[in-house]
């Protein structure tokens, strides 16, 4: 079983910068192929970013790249997004994710991952 914990969410201004952090469990995380994902109200989850297991293939959405960054610590078992220059349209629950399996490097399809974190509030005021 894998169980992850986000955290660092919060109520920004436009143009600032967050740091959501995603801690997970689990005995082999650098196995884990690892994501963010959002949700706004109405809005159906999308992907915001990916990261391989060893963290050499990152991929971003359109919408936050070069904004956005994904990182992650295997010695911590812990995954990062730092968000910077953010507008209203980001404002959604953050979602960590977790693949075991079935993933080559990462995926943009939130079904091909396994684990869920229980989300992290981002609202970004204009």
């Known amino acids: 079983q894998v169980q992850l914990v986000e955290s660092g969410g919060g109520l920004v201004q436009a143009g600032g910068s967050l740091r959501l952090s995603c801690a997970a469990s689990?005995?082999?995380?650098?196995?884990?192929?690892m994501g963010w994902f959002r949700q706004a109200p109405g809005k159906e989850r999308e992907f915001v970013a990916a990261?391989?297991?060893?963290?050499?293939?990152?991929d971003y959405a359109d919408s936050v790249k070069d904004r956005f960054t994904i990182s992650r610590d295997n010695a911590k078992k812990t995954i990062y997004l730092q968000m910077n220059s953010l507008k209203p349209e980001d404002t959604a629950v953050y979602y960590c994710?977790?693949?075991?399996?079935?993933?080559?490097?990462?995926?943009?399809?939130?079904?091909?991952?396994?684990?869920w974190g229980q989300g992290t509030q981002v609202t970004v005021s204009s």
């Open positions: 994710a977790a693949a075991t399996t079935g993933i080559p490097y990462y995926s943009t399809n939130p079904g091909l991952y396994g684990y």
């Open positions: 689990g005995r082999n995380f650098n196995a884990y192929t």
């Open positions: 990261i391989s297991r060893n963290g050499a293939r990152i």
